[in-house]
């Protein structure tokens, strides 16, 4: 509760929107202990007295009632019925949705065809009708407001019940041998009760407007009970000549549906997981650099040159320091992997070169990363996305990340290429059908046409390598492209990159898990603990002689085929939390190695620019 609470007033808005509800609510429950007039004696003889008369704080109204105490009482009757609505129809529509999801065929349809009738009526027509054939009365107010907004609920509960319905907890609870409604219950509805607050909570505005529109208009509360509709409409015919009549209950409506507005907004983001992040719907183009010390020098190392980067995650008071003081440099022609555990760091570090990291919550708070000499963390934001793709390009692990599902592939090709360089649609088309054929899809000439749900996973990660290569990039990045593919085609898609490489002379950042692959493609391989660099030298070398204890436990866990029985070691521990590093070297919880001298103060490099490693005691003595 203290964390949603958090999240929630995070939101200046939504904690403006909760301050003034709340007062607003906190007055109309002690309104009965209030030394207040009785809100239906009439006094003829005080009509429309004026604000701050004595004794008429806020005036009086036609028949000289107090309009403080009516507006209080009123209130507290607004809000008990626009709440009672949201409750009311909220449940019902809630339970109409979670049903036709779950059931889905036949029931779905009769169900969701009854709620489209429902729907085809203007609302407040529907719920006149309602209340004409009910009587007027507040009661019948309600129960028009609360049917004209079920479809509302069943509608929007619905959709996101048919994407839960299918999924594989939901099989497993069948497999398991629960009936339908303990699944409904126990399974489908903690995962849509967050979406039926937010839903209600957004709800009770409107619910309180359309309940004081039919009261505006004689078919809600009845005389003398007054809520905010029937004070306006009382008020309507003095309108000109005493407006504070109309304003006072006017101005009351006003704050409450803008305040439950702005609190439903609020609402919202502290239930949204992906936002608890701190993270907006709408994120910087690039990622917010925030440098702290000094810009390093340029020390002319490679095509792109990573010096010192340090990225961060701000979430609360937290910082988690993704990528720590990382320096890495790629040539011309050359593939360099980076390896290492999930949350290592690699794929920020990866991300951090273009600008891609998503800013909130990530920063960039040191180093430099140059490419061809220019500092890409000082480029601006049209220069920067001039060489996202065009010299820089990426290959991620998914290929449907970076495919448009609504789009030909040819179409999302054509993109490509004319995003960067003004050519006419068949030269661009042409171009697209090439790069098919670069990257060996059969039939390429009818497989532009096709969308990316139509390919199987091998040939989207083609298509995601002929989109990087869409523009003749001189760096490519592949995170992880070949983790989610069969063995088969994980061969073929490195070997396709080895041979793009050696053909083209692309430098390749191959980012992996797998030692294999490091082996087959990579020139240089840099090892990843913790948001570090451990160990970098030449692929042969670390292969063959590793000197970081974390690269010889990783190689340990590489099975090998016809090498001998050995035990498949596995590293004992779990990788550290970035935010809570330990102090000198990150790995000694986990090392067999691990000495004091390891858990204190800075752990530097050893050995030479070709082979370096970040170790006490290195398996192997480097020169």
């Known amino acids: 509760m203290t964390t949603f609470l958090k999240l929630l007033f995070r939101n200046r808005l939504a904690a403006l929107g909760a301050v003034v509800l709340g007062a607003i609510v906190l007055l109309a429950l002690v309104t009965p202990l209030l030394p207040l007039a009785d809100p239906d004696v009439t006094a003829t003889g005080d009509r429309f007295m004026r604000p701050f008369t004595e004794g008429h704080l806020l005036g009086t109204d036609h028949l000289g009632r107090d309009l403080l105490s009516r507006l209080l009482w009123g209130t507290r009757l607004s809000l008990a019925v626009g709440i009672a609505a949201a409750l009311v129809a909220g449940t019902i529509g809630s339970a109409i949705g979670i049903v036709a999801g779950y059931f889905g065929g036949r029931i779905d349809n009769v169900i969701m065809r009854g709620v489209d009738m429902l729907m085809a009526f203007p609302y407040i027509l529907l719920a006149l009708a309602i209340v004409a054939a009910l009587g007027p009365g507040l009661l019948n107010a309600l129960i028009a407001v609360a049917a004209v907004n079920i479809p509302f609920f069943a509608r929007n509960i619905r959709g996101v019940t048919v994407g839960l319905a299918g999924r594989e907890f939901i099989d497993a609870a069948r497999l398991a041998g629960m009936g339908h409604g303990r699944i409904i219950l126990t399974e489908l509805l903690p995962n849509v009760a967050s979406t039926i607050v937010i839903a209600m909570s957004t709800t009770v505005g409107w619910m309180i407007l359309e309940t004081a529109g039919l009261s505006f208009l004689g078919l809600g509360s009845q005389p003398p009970v007054a809520d905010l509709g029937s004070m306006l409409g009382e008020a309507r015919a003095a309108l000109i000549t005493n407006p504070h009549t109309s304003v006072v209950p006017g101005v009351m409506i006003f704050l409450i549906v803008m305040s439950i507005n702005l609190l439903g907004d609020g609402v919202r983001d502290a239930l949204d997981p992906r936002l608890r992040s701190g993270a907006l719907t709408r994120p910087r183009a690039v990622t917010l650099v925030d440098r702290k010390g000094q810009v390093p020098e340029a020390d002319q190392k490679g095509l792109l040159n990573i010096q010192s980067l340090e990225t961060q995650f701000h979430v609360g008071p937290r910082i988690f320091r993704a990528v720590n003081e990382v320096s890495l440099h790629l040539n011309p022609g050359e593939a360099l992997g980076i390896i290492g555990e999930s949350g290592s760091g690699k794929s920020v570090t990866a991300l951090s070169v273009m600008g891609l990291v998503a800013s909130p919550p990530g920063v960039i708070t040191g180093g430099a990363v140059r490419y061809a000499g220019e500092d890409l963390l000082s480029a601006d934001y049209r220069s920067l996305r001039q060489k996202r793709g065009n010299n820089v390009a990426y290959i991620f692990q998914d290929p449907l990340s970076t495919l448009h599902p609504l789009y030909r592939v040819g179409d999302q090709l054509t993109e490509a290429i004319q995003a960067h360089h003004a050519v006419p649609d068949a030269t661009a088309r042409a171009r697209a059908v090439e790069l098919l054929k670069d990257v060996r899809i059969p039939n390429a000439e009818a497989r532009v046409r096709d969308y990316p749900h139509q390919l199987s996973g091998g040939m989207r990660q083609r298509v995601g390598?002929?989109?990087?290569?869409?523009?003749?990039?001189?760096?490519?990045?592949?995170?992880?492209?070949?983790?989610?593919?069969?063995?088969?085609?994980?061969?073929?898609?490195?070997?396709?990159?080895?041979?793009?490489?050696?053909?083209?002379?692309?430098?390749?950042?191959?980012?992996?898990?797998?030692?294999?692959?490091?082996?087959?493609?990579?020139?240089?391989?840099?090892?990843?603990?913790?948001?570090?660099?451990?160990?970098?030298?030449?692929?042969?070398?670390?292969?063959?002689?590793?000197?970081?204890?974390?690269?010889?436990?990783?190689?340990?866990?590489?099975?090998?085929?016809?090498?001998?029985?050995?035990?498949?070691?596995?590293?004992?521990?779990?990788?550290?939390?970035?935010?809570?590093?330990?102090?000198?070297?990150?790995?000694?919880?986990?090392?067999?190695?691990?000495?004091?001298?390891?858990?204190?103060?800075?752990?530097?490099?050893?050995?030479?620019?070709?082979?370096?490693?970040?170790?006490?005691?290195?398996e192997e003595v480097l020169a």
């Not at 083209?504 to 030692?515: K, N, P």
């Open 465 to 618: 390598i002929a989109m990087a290569l869409a523009n003749d990039p001189d760096v490519i990045i592949a995170d992880e492209p070949t983790t989610a593919l069969d063995v088969t085609v994980q061969a073929q898609i490195l070997a396709l990159l080895d041979d793009l490489r050696r053909d083209r002379g692309l430098a390749i950042i191959f980012i992996t898990h797998d030692f294999g692959v490091v082996g087959q493609l990579c020139d240089r391989v840099a090892v990843m603990y913790g948001g570090r660099i451990v160990e970098e030298g030449p692929t042969a070398t670390i292969l063959s002689h590793p000197a970081h204890p974390y690269t010889k436990k990783l190689m340990a866990c590489v099975p090998e085929l016809g090498g001998g029985k050995r035990e498949l070691a596995a590293i004992p521990g779990l990788p550290p939390v970035v935010s809570d590093l330990p102090p000198g070297c990150a790995f000694a919880p986990r090392c067999d190695k691990a000495t004091e001298a390891c858990r204190v103060g800075e752990i530097g490099f050893t050995g030479s620019d070709t082979h370096r490693v970040r170790c006490i005691h290195p």
